[in-house]
T-cell receptor, first 114, second 113 residues
Framework: KAGVTQTPRYLIKTRGQQVTLSCSPISGHRSVSWYQQTPGQGLQFLFEYFSETQRNKGNFPGRFSGRQFSNSRSEMNVSTLELGDSALYLC?????????????FGNGTRLTVT | KQEVTQIPAALSVPEGENLVLNCSFTDSAIYNLQWFRQDPGKGLTSLLLIQSSQREQTSGRLNASLDKSSGRSTLYIAASQPGDSATYLCAVFDGGSQGNLIFGKGTKLSVKP
């Protein structure tokens, strides 16, 4: 069974630009979550989608947005990039967000903003 | 607000040693706790998930325990190997308003041959 796939693996953007990251979950998984990982803040929750609906959202500005398609694939978008957005962005999928559903992570997209 | 702490931040041990990684959380009302491993530049690999009703889980050389009342979990690694070198993260799912996993900052483990 294929794991969680994130594309691209690396991105370099300049301040003010926007970026779109993609995540394909494990087949059959309907929940997709996004996390930002930085050396200073560690892993922070961005948002979670289930059956094309955003169920939960973390404490990030509105520049960070996402969506989920009918095949459970998800994208996240960051507009008006800032230097502080440089991070590893991780996507995770699960069958559903309940206590019996462990998260499975992809290898992430490394975003560098210059 | 739930906070997760992992001590120590880094640990270096000789190969073959048994070791314990610690994780503590401030709010005991959790649904589960999950241990992950992260290799440099990579994503997270799930190691063990302990439900709130469970006390421990085992997988091979790994054993994770959970004491909800004291807000603690430990990950025990037996007979450590150089391939165990990685950052180990614990995360709790508390089903709160955000419904997300709350992570500790991790323990960076180095196992010397």
């Amino acid at each position: 069974k294929a794991g969680v796939t994130q594309t691209p693996r690396y991105l370099i953007k300049t301040r003010g630009q926007q970026v779109t990251l993609s995540c394909s979950p494990i087949s059959g998984h309907r929940s997709v979550s996004w996390y930002q990982q930085t050396p200073g803040q560690g892993l922070q929750f961005l948002f979670e989608y289930f059956s094309e609906t955003q169920r939960n959202k973390g404490n990030f500005p509105g520049r960070f947005s996402g969506r989920q398609f009918s095949n459970s694939r998800s994208e996240m978008n960051v507009s008006t990039l800032e230097l502080g957005d440089s991070a590893l962005y991780l996507c995770a999928s699960s069958l559903g967000r309940d206590e019996d559903s462990p998260l499975h992570f992809g290898n992430g997209t490394r975003l560098t903003v210059t | 607000k739930q906070e997760v702490t992992q001590i120590p931040a880094a640990l270096s041990v000789p190969e073959g040693e048994n070791l314990v990684l610690n994780c503590s959380f401030t709010d005991s009302a959790i649904y589960n706790l999950q241990w992950f491993r992260q290799d440099p530049g990579k994503g997270l690999t799930s190691l063990l998930l302990i439900q709130s009703s469970q006390r421990e889980q085992t997988s091979g050389r790994l054993n994770a325990s959970l004491d909800k009342s004291s807000g603690r979990s430990t990950l025990y690694i037996a007979a450590s190997q150089p391939g165990d070198s990685a950052t180990y993260l614990c995360a709790v799912f508390d089903g709160g308003s955000q419904g997300n996993l709350i992570f500790g900052k991790g323990t960076k483990l180095s196992v010397k041959p």
